[in-house]
């Protein structure tokens, strides 16, 4: 089996600070997500990644950045922290199962904006 | 326009069959019906996935009605483990290119002792 690391599991940050959340995943699968989840509410996708160096954006990418540097990380970037997205980022990966597909998620980094 | 529609919550006692129902009237024949649950301060968890008729695994079984716009997940003898958000999602099946599944609100099931 396979795990995927968020890091950090809390962060708290100023209004206007840019912030950075990272993932890691020894699954090595080829795609990766991160998804936005506020308070009692479904996921929202913001970035994801085929293969290394790949983004493609989610319907909630404005107001944030992304990086595939490397297969196993997939790093998100807050490029100015609003109040209004304090939220629990999830990093997901995702491997082709047979003909379909199925996702494995972190436990999120959970953002604090004061 | 939402593709799927769950109840947003519902309860049973320990030791109960729980079963979540799933409306996707508009579901392509491409498509194929996943579920995932989310227990607090974690992230979604596959359950079972199918397209079709019954679809059965050690956790979960999936029954898809005939014309596939419905669907229900169903647990059998519930535990407190078991109480969580049930998604229900359809997507289009991919074959080797990256695919993003979208989360609704989906059911908060409530198990009580």
């Known amino acids: 089996g396979g795990i995927i690391t968020q890091t950090p599991k809390f962060l708290i940050g100023q209004e206007g600070q840019k912030l950075t959340l990272k993932c890691q995943q020894n699954f090595n699968h080829d795609t990766m997500y991160w998804y936005r989840q506020d308070s009692g509410k479904g996921l929202r996708l913001i970035y994801y990644?085929?293969?290394?160096?790949?983004?493609q954006k989610g319907d909630l990418s404005e107001g944030y950045d992304a990086s595939r540097e490397k297969k196993s990380s997939f790093s998100l970037t807050v490029t100015s922290a609003q109040k209004n997205e304090m939220a629990v980022f999830l990093c997901a990966s995702s491997t082709p199962w047979g003909d379909a597909e199925t996702l494995y998620f972190g436990s999120g980094t959970r953002l604090t904006v004061l | 326009l939402a593709k799927t529609t769950q109840p947003p919550s519902m309860e049973a006692y320990e030791g109960q069959e729980v079963n979540v129902s799933c409306s996707h009237t508009n579901i392509a024949t491409s498509e194929y019906i996943y579920w995932y649950r989310q227990v607090p301060h974690q992230g979604p968890q596959f359950i079972i996935q199918g397209y079709k008729d019954y679809v059965v695994n050690e956790v979960a079984s999936l029954f898809i009605s005939a014309d596939r716009k419905l669907s229900t997940l169903s647990l059998p003898w519930v535990s407190l483990r078991d109480a969580a958000v049930y998604y229900c999602i359809v997507t289009v099946l991919t074959r080797g290119f990256a695919s993003a599944l979208t989360f609704g609100s989906g059911t908060k099931v409530i198990v009580l002792p």
């Open positions: 990644s085929i293969t290394e160096n790949d983004l």
